[in-house]
């Protein structure tokens, strides 16, 4: 993109010293014993663990997660072949997922997959690793360049923080928000309430 001289031989020396500084830098992901479950399309399982989420955090902003809403939100990205569904189970119950959309760069010549979305019944993140290092994996596999994240964790030290090798500024923000009833301003002022991904802000259309 650059059009900078000697771009491909100097290239793999400089892929070479990435790799390490990746290795030795970053905290590395593990794929678990955890049981996942890859989805080509939401279920039942998907209405029950939105109706859970619900009451397990109450005081969370997050836009509606119910199997017909997320069929609708992803319906061409299904057709087109383009998702990447992942679960945890629990016997027959879901305690967390993530989604992964294809964003490629043509002009660039980049495959790239988006983490969308994910969400887990005790609204922690450990469940993330593995799926994460599930996501890598395949991404190495079906020679996509780039697993991509975009501003879904607002506090330091958090796992994407502590895992993701490379940062970059946006030149527009991709979530933004405007509460015109004062009662939620007031209660959309607390840390606590939020909890946005791309799926909450539409970005994922």
Same mark, same amino acid.
């Given at each position: 993109?650059? !059009? ?43 209405? !029950? ?6 009451? !397990?955090?109450?005081?969370? %902003? ?21 998702? $990447? ?10 305690? #967390? =997922?993530?989604?992964?959309? &294809?964003?490629?760069? *043509? ?18 993140? #450990?469940?993330?690793? *593995?799926? %994460? #290092? $599930?996501?890598?994996?395949?991404? &190495? ?10 501003? &879904? ?5 958090? %796992? ?12 527009? $923000?991709?979530?933004? =928000?405007?509460?015109? !009833? ?10 606590? #309430? $939020?909890? *946005? ?7 994922? %259309?």
């Amino acid at each position: 993109m650059k !059009n900078c001289p000697l771009v491909r031989p100097l290239s793999y020396p400089l892929s070479v010293a990435v790799l390490l500084k990746d290795r030795f830098t970053k905290k590395a992901l593990r794929e678990s014993d955890i049981e996942l479950q890859v989805c080509h399309g939401f279920d039942d399982r998907f209405d !029950n663990f939105w109706e859970d989420m619900k009451s !397990n955090h109450p005081h969370l %902003l997050l836009a509606v997660r119910a199997r017909e809403v997320l069929e609708w939100h992803y319906k061409y990205a299904l057709l087109n072949h383009q998702l $990447w569904i992942a679960t945890v189970v629990d016997g027959p119950r879901l305690v #967390a =997922y993530v989604i992964f959309d &294809r964003k490629n760069n *043509p002009k660039l010549g980049l495959k790239r997959m988006r983490l969308v979305d994910f969400q887990s019944l005790d609204g922690g993140t #450990a469940l993330l690793s *593995p799926l %994460l #290092a $599930w996501a890598l994996r395949k991404c &190495r596999d079906e020679g996509i360049h780039m697993l991509e994240n975009v501003g &879904r964790w607002l506090e330091k030290g958090e %796992l994407i923080e502590a895992v993701a090798p490379y940062k970059r500024k946006l030149s527009a $923000w991709t979530y933004f =928000y405007r509460a015109n !009833n004062p009662e939620l301003a007031e209660r959309l002022r607390t840390r606590s #309430a $939020w909890a *946005p991904s791309l799926f909450d802000g539409n970005a994922s %259309l």
